[in-house]
C-alpha cells in the first residue's frame, strides 16, 4: 500500500516488547547492583576510615607514652649515672686529698730518716776498742729499718693511689660522657614527642625504617650502663679501702717509729750512763794507780838507799877479813871475832842481794803499774770520746723533738713518773 510519506527504517534489527522489557530490567538489576556496591564500598571506606583513622591515632597515643616512658627510663638512668658521678668526684677527691696526706708523712720520713743515718755514721767514728756491737747499735739499725719499711709500703700506697685515681678519672669521663649523651638523647626524645600532625617541619623521609649503623638491643644497653655504673661502684670500693690501708700505714708508721724512737732515747741514755760510768772507774783506776805509782817509787828510792847503805858496812867486814888473813901464822886462828865476822859478811850480803831482788822486784811492779797506767790512760781516752760520741747523738735526736718537748719532759716520759709528780 502506498502512503504518501516515505518511512525509512534503521539497519539494526528491532527488539521486541519483551526483549525491552528485559533490558529494562536488567539495567534496573545492574543499577541495583552498583548502588549496592556503592553502599558497601561507602561502609567499608568509612569504616576503613574510621578504622586507620583510630588505628593512627592509637599508633601514636602508644608511641607517645612509649616515648615518655623511654624518656623516664633515659631520666632514671641519667639521675642514677650523676648520682654516681658525684659519688666518683667526691671519691677522687677524698683519695687525693689522702694521697696528699700520705705523701707529706712520706716526706716528713726523711728527717729520721737523715738523722738515724747521722746517729749510726756518728757512732762508728768511735776507736776499735770502744766499737762495740751493743744494744743501742741495735736498735738504731732497727730504727732504721722501721723507716725505710715505711718508706716503701708508702711510696706503693702512693704509687697505688696515683693508679686508683687515674681508674676514677677514667669512670669519670665515662659517666659524664654518657651522662652527655643522654642529655641529646632526651633534647631528641623531647623535641619526637613534641611533634605531632599539625608541625610545619614534618615531611617524608628516605628510608625512615633503617637501622643505623652500631646500634644495639636495650637489653644491650642497660647492661652496658649497668656495668659502667658496677665498675664504678666496684672502683670506689677499692679507693675506700686504699683509702683505710693508707690511714692505717700512716698511723702504724708513725706509732711503730714513736715507739721506736723512745726505746732508742732510753737505751741511748742508758748507754751513757754505762759508758761515764766505765770512764769514772777508768778515772778512778788511774787515781789509784797514780797514788800507788808514787808509792812505789818512794818504796824504790828507798831501797836504793837501803842498797847503797850496805856498800860500806860490806866493804868493811871484807877489809876486816882481808887484814886478819896478814896475820902470822901461829896467830891464824879461827877464833870467834873470825866466826863473828864471817857470820856478818853472809849476813851483810844476804841482805844486799835480797835488797837488791827486792829492788828489781819494785822496779818491775813499777814498770808494770806504769804500763797498766798508760793503757788505763789511753782506755780513758777512748772512753771519753766515745761518751762524747753518744752524747753527740742527743743533740742530733732533737730535731726528732717538738719544740716545747724538755729534757725534763722527756725523762719523765722515760721513767714513767708522770703520776707520781705534783701537778703545778
Not at 755514721?121 to 744494744?135: A, F, G, H, Y
Not at 638523647?185 to 628510608?207: G, W
Not at 766505765?278 to 831501797?303: P, S
Not at 877489809?319 to 879461827?334: M, S
Amino acid at each position: 500500500m502506498d502512503s504518501s510519506i516515505p518511512i525509512f527504517e534503521k539497519p539494526h534489527p528491532k527488539l521486541s516488547v519483551l526483549d525491552w522489557t528485559r533490558n529494562i530490567q536488567r539495567l534496573q538489576n545492574e543499577a541495583r547492583l552498583r548502588r549496592f556496591e556503592s553502599y558497601e564500598l561507602r561502609q567499608r571506606a568509612n569504616q576503613l576510615r574510621n578504622e586507620t583513622s583510630i588505628t593512627t591515632y592509637w599508633d601514636n597515643y602508644t608511641n607517645n607514652e612509649l616515648l615518655r616512658d623511654r624518656i623516664f627510663d633515659v631520666q632514671s638512668w641519667r639521675e642514677k649515672q650523676r648520682f654516681t658521678r658525684e659519688c666518683v668526684r667526691d671519691e677522687i677527691r677524698i683519695l687525693k686529698e689522702e694521697k696528699n696526706a700520705t705523701e707529706l708523712h712520706l716526706e716528713s720520713l726523711q728527717l729520721p730518716l737523715m738523722v738515724v743515718s747521722q746517729c749510726i755514721s756518728n757512732r762508728d767514728q768511735r776507736v776499735p776498742p770502744e766499737l762495740t756491737r751493743d744494744q743501742l747499735g741495735e736498735e738504731l739499725n732497727k730504727e732504721l729499718h722501721i723507716i725505710e719499711n715505711s718508706k716503701r709500703v708508702l711510696t706503693d700506697l702512693c704509687r697505688m693511689g696515683w693508679e686508683k685515681i687515674k681508674e676514677l678519672q677514667n669512670v669519670y669521663c665515662r659517666l659524664d660522657r654518657e651522662i652527655q649523651n643522654k642529655d641529646e638523647t632526651l633534647n631528641l626524645e623531647y623535641y619526637v614527642k613534641d611533634l605531632n600532625r599539625e608541625s610545619s617541619n614534618i615531611s617524608y623521609q628516605l628510608d625512615p625504617t633503617r637501622i643505623p649503623a652500631e646500634s644495639m638491643t636495650e637489653e644491650s644497653y642497660v647492661h652496658c650502663i649497668e656495668n659502667t655504673i658496677k665498675i664504678a661502684n666496684q672502683l670506689m670500693e677499692e679507693s675506700k679501702a686504699l683509702r683505710e690501708s693508707m690511714f692505717k700505714s700512716r698511723e702504724q708508721a708513725r706509732n711503730q717509729m714513736y715507739a721506736q724512737s723512745q726505746e732508742v732515747e732510753m737505751i741511748m741514755r742508758r748507754r751513757v750512763y754505762d759508758v761515764q760510768r766505765a770512764r769514772n772507774e777508768m778515772e778512778w783506776q788511774k787515781y789509784k794507780l797514780e797514788t800507788n805509782l808514787e808509792k812505789v817509787d818512794r818504796e824504790i828510792e828507798a831501797l836504793r838507799a837501803a842498797v847503797a847503805d850496805k856498800i860500806n858496812p860490806t866493804k868493811l867486814v871484807e877489809t876486816r877479813l882481808e887484814i886478819r888473813t896478814r896475820r902470822p901464822v901461829l896467830e891464824r886462828v879461827q877464833d870467834k871475832p873470825m866466826r863473828g865476822l864471817i857470820e856478818e859478811y853472809e849476813r851483810v850480803h844476804m841482805s844486799m842481794s835480797m835488797l837488791e831482788k827486792k829492788l828489781n822486784d819494785a822496779l818491775n811492779t813499777y814498770h808494770g803499774m806504769y804500763n797498766h797506767y798508760q793503757r788505763v790512760i789511753k782506755d780513758l781516752e777512748y772512753k771519753n770520746q766515745a761518751l762524747e760520741t753518744d752524747r753527740r747523738l742527743i743533740e742530733i735526736r732533737k730535731p726528732l723533738h717538738g719544740p716545747d718537748e724538755t729534757n725534763f719532759t722527756r725523762n719523765v716520759g722515760y721513767c714513767h713518773m708522770a703520776d707520781e709528780l705534783v701537778s703545778e
